[in-house]
């Protein structure tokens, strides 16, 4: 026998044994790592956190208990068709989180999920690292608009209420952040914007800011549709 495949016996076993304690409960793997443990969004992310992320998206029972786990005040809302075309489905009403909002806005229940786990991860801190304050509100441009994408045909994902434009923040010693007026730049202000934008390429689909096209200069578009983009 070769070492190669000494090596791969070995592993191999390892696995077996390690498979076997789980299931004989010896070992009870830690619920942030169980790839069908429900995603915590209190956890910090991990390399499952995409995985649970998308699984939730076509199961609304799953992405209520992540819902339940984050810092969110929400309503459930029934399904409905405002047009036929942007069908809402599986949303809910954010009112609040551990920030005040300009607006409630509806959301699919996986983009308020994913928004709770960008806010409390990446947003949050990153207040904390570049301006040395806590955040407490967001200014956004709306969620749910039954319209395509700008000089386009396709249908875009704010038709079903899948995707946020985020335009500023307001901090605990009264300062306030625009994408419009801070974007640029290389001052704490900009780092910060930059940093958020950042972590919302971490947790959403879709990101697209200033850096984008000029139509994107006063907000940072988040998505949770099937087009994979940080801009
Ligand atoms: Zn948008």
Redesign the pocket.
Same mark, same amino acid.
Do not use: G, K, N, P
């Given at each position: 026998m070769t070492i190669a495949r000494l090596i791969l016996l070995c592993v191999l076993l390892a696995l077996v044994g390690f498979g076997l304690a789980v299931w004989q409960g010896v070992y009870r793997v830690p619920p942030a790592w169980n790839p069908w443990a429900p995603l915590d969004v209190q956890q910090p992310p991990n390399l499952l956190t995409g995985h649970k992320l998308r699984r939730l998206q076509d199961d609304p029972a799953l992405c209520r208990l992540a819902l339940d786990s984050a810092e969110l005040r929400y309503t459930p809302m029934p399904d409905s068709l405002p047009d036929p075309t942007c069908p809402l489905t599986n949303t809910v009403r954010i009112e609040a989180s551990a920030l005040r909002f300009s607006a409630p806005f509806r959301a699919t229940c996986s983009l308020a999920v994913a928004y709770a786990l960008f806010e409390t991860h990446d947003l949050r801190p990153a207040a904390e690292a570049h301006l040395g304050s806590p955040l407490v509100r967001l200014d956004h441009?709306g969620s749910f608009a039954c319209r395509n994408i700008a000089r386009s045909n396709r249908r875009?994902? $704010?038709a079903t209420a899948n995707? =946020? /434009?985020i335009a500023g923040f307001h901090l605990a010693d009264g300062r306030r952040i625009t994408v419009a007026r801070h974007w640029s730049g290389d001052d704490p202000e900009a780092r910060f914007l930059r940093a958020v934008r950042d972590g919302a390429c971490r947790r959403f689909r879709a990101t =697209?800011g200033p850096d984008y096209n000029a139509a $994107?200069h006063d $907000?940072l $578009?988040? /998505?949770m549709g099937r087009f994979g983009i940080c801009r």
């Open positions: 441009f875009s994902q $704010h995707a =946020l /434009d =697209l $994107h $907000h $578009h988040v /998505d």
